[in-house]
Nanobody, 115 residues
Framework: QVQLVESGGGLVLPGGSLRLSCVAS????????MGWYRQAPGKQRELVAS???????NYADSVAGRYTISRDNPKHAVYLQMNDLKPEDTAAYYC?????????WGQGTQVTVYS
């Protein structure tokens, strides 16, 4: 059974930074493209950053240049460094496979940027 555990969220002022972590268990982590998603209240969940097994990254236009995804395969972990945060970045953040079918979602970690 796949388990995803996200952490690292919090409250931050505009312009601030946070680093999110996600640890996955129950999978051959290195074999999967991984992604970070976010869901703001009243909005659909969206993919904001992804990294392939070969290390190729892709970002949504709204976060490109501010967010950096990375992974540590031996630790079964994927990270999201978020800089220059904006109020519109406020959302619950989740990790999962970057492509379908996705695993069951973890509890996510809340990021709130004060406006």
């Amino acid at each position: 059974q796949v388990q995803l555990v996200e952490s690292g969220g919090g409250l931050v002022l505009p312009g601030g930074s946070l680093r999110l972590s996600c640890v996955a268990s129950g999978i051959d982590f290195k074999a999967h493209d991984m992604g970070w998603y976010r869901q703001a209240p009243g909005k659909q969940r969206e993919l904001v950053a992804s990294m392939t097994t070969f290390g190729r990254t892709n970002y949504a236009d709204s976060v490109a240049g501010r967010y950096t995804i990375s992974r540590d395969n031996p630790k079964h972990a994927v990270y999201l460094q978020m800089n220059d945060l904006k109020p519109e970045d406020t959302a619950a953040y989740y990790c999962n496979r970057a492509v379908s079918p996705r695993w069951d979602w973890g509890q996510g970690t809340q990021v709130t940027v004060y406006s």
